[in-house]
């Protein structure tokens, strides 16, 4: 935590200043107790505490006055010192926020395929929280405890050694406890914050896909699974509770036990003479304070083993390897496209890093020249999906490489090639702002006729219209408040105004109607001149007209050329046409003469 502290470093050395003041003025306090305690009782006690005070420690009245001052300061250093701590933890907090955020979305992608979005979630949420405590409450505590502690120590030795020997007797003890309990309590905090995630990560997975749990009525196997999480998280806390009970219990013990015996020895020296009455009620009071402080530093040991158990988690996540991404403002876009982005894949192969048995991609040769449309076809799990994500640096080959206008991918800055291309995906997933927000993602400082004219290309106009919002309409989460096909011609909306040299429709018609798709088509045309087009399409009555067509089977291209050609050569391609048009059953077969009869 040391980089996020050290900007406000002066103020946390302020604050622990204060602390330590804090902690001072409440053993000057208990020592004035006793004093008052001692003169109540004997008006002929000691004429003094053991240092010069400015006023007479031998009367009531005066030391009333004296505590009473006392606290009132006390209690003024204590609501800056809070105040400065908050202060503090929240310019720390946000930028910790902030950069636990930046490290999630500047992972790679497949960063993503091995990670669950709520237990990420938990990560900002929980775990930060959880630092927040252990800075706001916990530290201070901790810091004012130990001075009470020692300094108490030192004052009951001047009093009397013997005794303060005699209580000492238990304190290795109930270290030694503390640090053995601690560890135990920190692994089983680890263990819970880990459970809470997960079942966060049941929530959110549930909402997300709340009209499936709804369609198959799924509920009842939601909330039973959820159940089961919940169940796990109240074991551990109910195991973590029983064994920071247990060590509660038994510094308890050692403590009262201590007590005990310090009284008793400390009547006795009293009777005979070894101890005045102030110095017995200021050891008295002095020892219950150390001793409170003692107790209540097991408490303290397990809320800070949790919160280091938090941080643990945090900071891991902040210090994973990132995309070398620039996240500074998008500049504004100045000048036109005029022209497409080549792309040339050489002998390209990929599998995914924990599967390297199974090649998703293998000696991909293929070379998209400025200004061209190439199409992509095949069956399902042919690799066109993750062809199209080595393009945008989403994946990495495994082997061969990708050349960017003659450029390694790897050679590119990461941020300016991404701003060169546009990608509009099968599933559509809108942001929960309005329609205009979504829009205006593919270009933040675009006019709002631009917006317009994007939606109007798109054939996304019309309906937005017809909302009584307009563009101001909110899509609600995930754009569940609209239809496929709205969510397509928004998403194909961000990609007109985006304005890219290369252009990815990964099944962008999909979710279209017939007349729609025929339509928005004709708008796909016009977005499509001067860039250059990867489209991935099942239905092959879209890729018609692209300039080249490559027909991928099992991770490898199997034919290239033009529609025309491809169905002259009765190759792979002519068969996937033909199936289509048969729609999609077998052949039947010729009938015999018998049922010609």
């Avoid at 001052?69 to 800056?80: A, R």
């Avoid at 400390?266 to 110095?279: F, N």
């Avoid at 007349?515 to 250059?532: D, F, G, W, Y």
């Amino acid at each position: 935590m040391a980089p996020y502290l050290r900007p406000h470093r002066i103020k946390f050395a302020v604050g622990i200043v204060l602390i330590t003041l804090s902690g001072v003025l409440t053993l000057l306090v208990t020592r004035l107790w006793g004093q008052l305690g001692g003169v109540g009782v004997d008006p002929t006690a000691g004429s003094g505490m053991g240092f010069p005070l400015p006023f007479d420690t031998t009367d009531l009245k005066h030391i009333g006055l004296a505590i009473f001052g006392v606290l009132v300061f006390q209690s003024s250093l204590s609501f800056i010192r809070i105040w400065l701590f908050g202060e503090i933890t929240t310019r720390m907090l946000k930028a910790l926020r902030e950069d636990a955020f930046a490290s999630m979305i500047t992972q790679r992608m497949d960063f993503f395929d091995t990670r669950r979005i709520g237990d990420l979630g938990s990560r900002i949420a929980a775990d930060i929280e959880a630092i927040r405590d252990t800075f706001t409450t916990v530290l201070a505590e901790l810091i004012r405890q130990s001075i009470i502690i020692g300094g108490g120590l030192l004052a009951l030795m001047t009093f009397s050694w013997k005794l303060t020997f005699l209580m000492l007797a238990t304190l290795p003890v109930a270290m030694l406890a503390a640090m053995v309990f601690g560890r135990f309590i920190r692994k089983l905090s680890k263990k819970t914050q880990g459970a809470v995630a997960d079942s966060n990560t049941i929530v959110s997975e549930t909402l997300t896909g709340i009209v499936s749990v709804k369609a198959f009525a799924r509920e009842a196997f939601e909330l039973a699974r959820y159940r089961q999480r919940v169940e796990e998280v109240r074991g551990i806390a109910l195991r973590t509770a029983l064994w920071r009970g247990a060590f509660a219990s038994f510094i308890i013990i050692m403590i009262f036990g201590a007590i005990t015996l310090v009284l008793f020895q400390g009547a006795t020296m009293l009777q005979s003479g070894e101890l005045t009455s102030e110095q017995f009620f200021s050891f008295l009071l002095m020892t219950g304070l150390v001793a409170g402080s003692i107790g209540g530093i097991a408490n303290i040991f397990g809320e800070l083993q949790r919160g280091f158990g938090a941080i643990e988690e945090v900071m891991d996540l902040i210090e994973l390897e990132r995309e070398p991404v620039d996240l500074s403002p998008e500049p504004a876009l100045t000048t036109a496209v005029t022209r497409g982005l080549s792309v040339a894949f050489k002998n390209v192969g990929y599998h995914y890093p924990n599967r390297s048995d199974i090649e998703v991609l293998s000696g991909i040769d293929l070379t998209l020249k400025a200004g061209e449309t190439l199409a992509l076809v095949g069956g399902s799990g042919a690799g066109k999906s993750t062809l199209a994500s080595l393009i945008t640096a989403f994946r990495t080959p495994t082997q061969g490489q990708i050349l960017m206008d003659g450029v390694p991918v790897e050679d590119q800055d990461l941020t300016s090639m991404r701003r060169r291309m546009a990608l509009v995906p099968q599933e559509v997933i809108l942001f929960g702002g309005t329609i205009e927000d979504n829009i205006r993602y593919g270009r933040p400082d675009a006019s709002d006729g631009e917006v317009r004219q994007a939606a109007s290309d798109a054939l996304a106009l019309p309906f937005i219209e017809d909302f009584p919002e307009g563009f101001d309409t909110l899509v609600g989460e995930r754009g569940i408040q609209l239809s496929g096909g709205q969510r397509q011609r928004i998403a194909l909306a961000r990609a007109f105004l985006r304005d890219p040299e290369l252009l990815l429709l990964d099944e962008a018609t999909s979710a279209l109607d017939a007349v729609s798709e025929k339509a928005i088509q004709t708008a796909l045309e016009r977005l499509m001149q001067n860039r250059t087009s990867l489209v991935i399409a099942h239905r092959l009555s879209t890729v018609r007209s692209a300039d080249r067509i490559a027909v991928l089977e099992a991770g490898r291209i199997v034919e290239i050329g033009t529609h025309d050609d491809l169905m002259q050569t009765g190759g792979r391609y002519q068969e996937l046409v033909e199936h289509q048009l048969d729609g999609g059953k077998p052949t039947q077969a010729a009938p015999s003469s018998k049922s010609e009869a």
